[in-house]
């Protein structure tokens, strides 16, 4: 926002006369309502006043009630808001009002719309129905203000690891006493009944940088009043926007208690070196027709069809119009609440091409104007056509256009793994020929190089990322088969042996090529989801992930362990620029399919070695391959990531001329001078 008062323009019916009505578009009869610019949208308490402040530019009355009670109980009081500047209510109660509930009810027209919490409310009750005045000052934990975010030098440092919050920690075999809670994450020295480690012990050993935590703001489909019955969803379904989900506190009732303990998680992780990422769904509410938007300023917060229904780009029913100025000015206030009063270290943005571009850079404005290493990036796609304009979406076609902000590729997931749409499809880990080029592009992260044939990459004809850093390296995430499903329905005939292997090469792709790599949480301890892939409402017995999996499959987690070390102590695999990868990286020319090789040269971005050599071989054969000139060292195979030179016997770590790169692996080789 610019500071100015400027006027916009609702494509809406003057006549809003029935609450769940929406406006029909009609250019030549349109409402223009005024943009508030202020910063002071929602409850200011201080123990001598609280004051309310509410934008409804439609309205011709705004009723506040106070409550004792989060939901049911009779009102304490209620009150006529007084109209002020720029469409908004604002109204100003003297004493202390510190742990009262309220709502907003607004007249339109002539008719009373549904009573609502306050949109920018940042603490709720149970259910998130009514708003809730809370002193922010006091649900701070002890030592709060030395739990600054842990140093980042660069993006490309960042390895992310996605999870939900009952996941973690829900099975009896994490040993964790706060089952499904925030408080899990703070729980330390945490043991499986074999002895390994689990919950934040466990982040720590295996060596991420950032959690990147599934929805922890208030969602609507979880009855936070009936906790014992052990109910499950991701989370793709907003409430409260600004306030965090119930069902992850010990106490939902209280408003207090859940920002208490969301704060005490991120101290805990933060110190343990680890920043928090939050996956933000701006892009739709959980029922349109029944939100604090909607009843406030009908027809405004979404986008509407022709007709006068809601358009619906999320595939949810809905989709908000970030490019409307208060619907922009939400969420840049949004995230940087989080940003401040929680210290959250970064965002990923659900269906981020359903929000515009504009709006998206000037959230990276803003939030790097408070501290520029918080970390942006989304799902450069949406899920089903939106009145946007595809010009101004915030696609993966349009990163170039996205400064600062990173897209998930698709191209080197689904090249990794198979398509999308179709659980059984092949990827080239499996043997499925032809994608080789999709797996080079994610080699350079979406950029440009010369020895790509572009025609030939799955779903993307050119590079999209300006730089390195905007492209998200993955196989897989919460969405769609877990890596486990995906490997049994697609590599036929297969040993359990053969399996594994596949498990470990998937992420050694990830690991060793540019971008920032995102593991799914659970890809280290070989987490099925028993061929569920869309798991968002499904049980624990599905869902959660199972920690006696880290003793038994323990050569894996190790195997993850080691090669998130072998990233982080060599910068080769990180490179910040498009310009570096160019210069140092190259692709060896083979006629062989499922193998793809290539060496970085010259000290890569500083890296102590000199030459590095990697090669992935998806086929079911060992392959017999070419080395340059000299001599070089096996660092990393199928066997083993030793970083001083491989020492598996049978498998000779010094090799000249010709080597064998073993069946569905990787290998990566470094000239003997640099180790
Ligand atoms: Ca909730």
């Given at each position: 926002m610019t500071g100015n008062y400027f006027l916009i323009i609702l494509t809406a019916m003057l006549s809003l006369n029935i609450a769940g009505d929406h406006p029909t578009a009609k250019k030549e009869n349109p409402i223009i309502y005024p943009v508030y610019d202020g910063e002071d949208l929602g409850v200011h308490y201080t123990a001598q006043k609280t004051s309310f402040r509410v934008w409804s530019p439609a309205a011709e009355s705004v009723t506040l009630r106070i409550f004792n009670e989060?939901?049911?109980?009779?009102?304490?009081?209620?009150?006529?808001?007084?109209?002020?500047?720029?469409?908004?209510?604002?109204?100003?109660?003297?004493?202390?009002?510190?742990?009262?509930?309220?709502?907003?009810?607004?007249?339109?027209?002539?008719?009373?719309?549904?009573?609502?919490?306050?949109?920018?409310?940042?603490?709720?009750?149970?259910?998130?129905?009514?708003?809730?005045?809370?002193?922010?000052?006091?649900?701070?934990?002890?030592?709060?203000?030395?739990?600054?975010?842990?140093?980042?030098?660069?993006?490309?440092?960042?390895?992310?690891?996605?999870?939900?919050?009952?996941?973690?920690?829900?099975?009896?075999?994490?040993?964790?006493?706060?089952?499904?809670?925030f408080l899990a994450f703070t729980e330390e020295g945490t043991r499986s009944p074999e002895g390994q480690k689990t919950g934040i012990d466990h982040l720590v050993e295996l060596g991420i940088t950032h959690i990147h935590l599934l929805p922890v703001f208030d969602f609507a489909t979880i009855d936070e009043s009936r906790l014992e019955k052990n109910q499950f969803n991701w989370g793709y379904d907003p409430k409260n926007f600004n306030v965090p989900e119930g069902s992850y506190s010990t106490d939902p009732y209280d408003g207090n208690v859940r920002i208490s303990e969301f704060k005490q998680m991120v101290q805990a992780l933060h110190k343990n070196g680890i920043r928090v990422i939050m996956d933000v769904v701006y892009n739709h509410m959980f029922d349109a027709g029944k939100s604090s938007f909607e009843n406030l300023v009908p027809g405004y917060y979404f986008r509407m069809r022709p007709d006068g229904t809601f358009s619906d780009g999320s595939a949810c029913g809905n989709e908000t119009a970030s490019e409307k100025p208060m619907m922009r000015k939400f969420m840049l206030e949004?995230?940087?609440?989080?940003?401040?009063?929680?210290?959250?270290?970064?965002?990923?943005?659900?269906?981020?091409?359903?929000?515009?571009?504009?709006?998206?850079?000037?959230?990276?404005?803003?939030?790097?104007?408070?501290?520029?290493?918080?970390?942006?990036?989304?799902?450069?796609?949406?899920?089903?056509?939106?009145?946007?304009?595809?010009?101004?979406?915030?696609?993966?076609?349009?990163?170039?256009?996205?400064?600062?902000?990173?897209?998930?590729?698709?191209?080197?997931?689904?090249?990794?793994?198979?398509?999308?749409?179709?659980?059984?499809?092949?990827?080239?880990?499996?043997?499925?020929?032809?994608?080789?080029?999709?797996?080079?592009?994610?080699?350079?992260?979406?950029?440009?190089?010369?020895?790509?044939?572009?025609?030939?990459?799955?779903y993307s004809t050119a590079p999209y990322a300006a730089n390195p850093l905007q492209t998200i390296t993955y196989v897989t995430c919460h969405d769609n088969p877990c890596l486990w499903d995906k490997i049994v329905n697609t590599c036929i005939g297969c040993s359990k042996t053969d399996k594994l292997d596949l498990q470990k090469f998937a992420n050694a792709i990830v690991l060793t090529s540019q971008g920032v790599p995102l593991l799914h949480a659970?890809?280290?301890?070989?987490?099925?989801?028993?061929?569920?892939?869309?798991?968002?409402?499904?049980?624990?017995?599905?869902?959660?992930?199972?920690?006696?999996?880290?003793?038994?499959?323990?050569?894996?987690?190790?195997?993850?362990?080691?090669?998130?070390?072998?990233?982080?102590?060599?910068?080769?695999?990180?490179?910040?620029?498009?310009?570096?990868?160019?210069?140092?990286?190259?692709?060896?020319?083979?006629?062989?399919?499922?193998?793809?090789?290539?060496?970085?040269?010259?000290?890569?971005?500083?890296?102590?070695?000199?030459?590095?050599?990697?090669?992935?071989?998806?086929?079911?054969?060992?392959?017999?391959?070419?080395?340059?000139?000299?001599?070089?060292?096996?660092?990393?195979?199928?066997?083993?990531?030793?970083?001083?030179?491989?020492?598996?016997?049978?498998?000779?770590?010094?090799?000249?001329?010709?080597?064998?790169?073993?069946?569905?692996?990787?290998?990566?080789?470094?000239?003997?001078?640099?180790?």
């Open positions: 989060g939901h049911g109980g009779e009102v304490l009081d209620v009150y006529q808001m007084e109209k002020d500047i720029k469409g908004t209510w604002l109204f100003e109660l003297n004493g202390d009002w510190k742990n009262k509930y309220y709502t907003y009810q607004a007249k339109i027209g002539n008719k009373l719309m549904l009573e609502v919490p306050d949109p920018y409310a940042k603490a709720v009750g149970v259910n998130g129905d009514r708003g809730m005045i809370v002193d922010l000052s006091e649900t701070n934990p002890p030592d709060w203000e030395n739990a600054d975010r842990p140093p980042l030098k660069s993006f490309a440092d960042i390895v992310l690891w996605e999870i939900h919050v009952r996941d973690f920690s829900v099975h009896p075999s994490a040993g964790i006493q706060h089952k499904g809670k949004s995230l940087k609440y989080w940003v401040q009063e929680y210290r959250i270290d970064g965002f990923r943005f659900d269906l981020m091409g359903l929000h515009d571009i504009e709006t998206m850079n000037l959230i990276r404005k803003e939030l790097h104007a408070i501290d520029s290493t918080i970390f942006l990036y989304g799902e450069g796609w949406t899920a089903a056509d939106s009145p946007l304009p595809e010009k101004d979406r915030a696609l993966k076609s349009h990163a170039s256009r996205l400064n600062g902000v990173a897209v998930f590729s698709d191209d080197i997931r689904d090249g990794i793994r198979g398509p999308w749409w179709d659980n059984k499809g092949s990827g080239f880990m499996a043997g499925k020929k032809d994608l080789e080029e999709s797996i080079k592009f994610g080699v350079v992260a979406s950029t440009m190089h010369l020895q790509i044939d572009y025609k030939k990459v799955n659970g890809e280290e301890l070989v987490r099925t989801k028993f061929n569920e892939h869309n798991s968002y409402n499904l049980p624990d017995s599905i869902n959660q992930l199972v920690w006696h999996n880290k003793h038994l499959y323990y050569d894996v987690f190790d195997y993850y362990r080691k090669l998130i070390q072998l990233r982080k102590n060599h910068p080769a695999f990180r490179m910040p620029s498009t310009q570096m990868i160019q210069n140092h990286l190259q692709f060896f020319e083979t006629d062989k399919s499922l193998l793809v090789g290539f060496q970085i040269s010259g000290n890569a971005n500083g890296d102590t070695w000199k030459e590095i050599i990697v090669f992935y071989n998806a086929d079911s054969l060992d392959t017999e391959v070419e080395l340059p000139e000299g001599e070089w060292v096996i660092v990393a195979s199928k066997y083993s990531i030793e970083e001083k030179g491989s020492t598996v016997k049978g498998f000779n770590s010094l090799q000249r001329g010709k080597t064998t790169v073993p069946k569905r692996s990787i290998l990566v080789l470094v000239d003997k001078e640099s180790v």
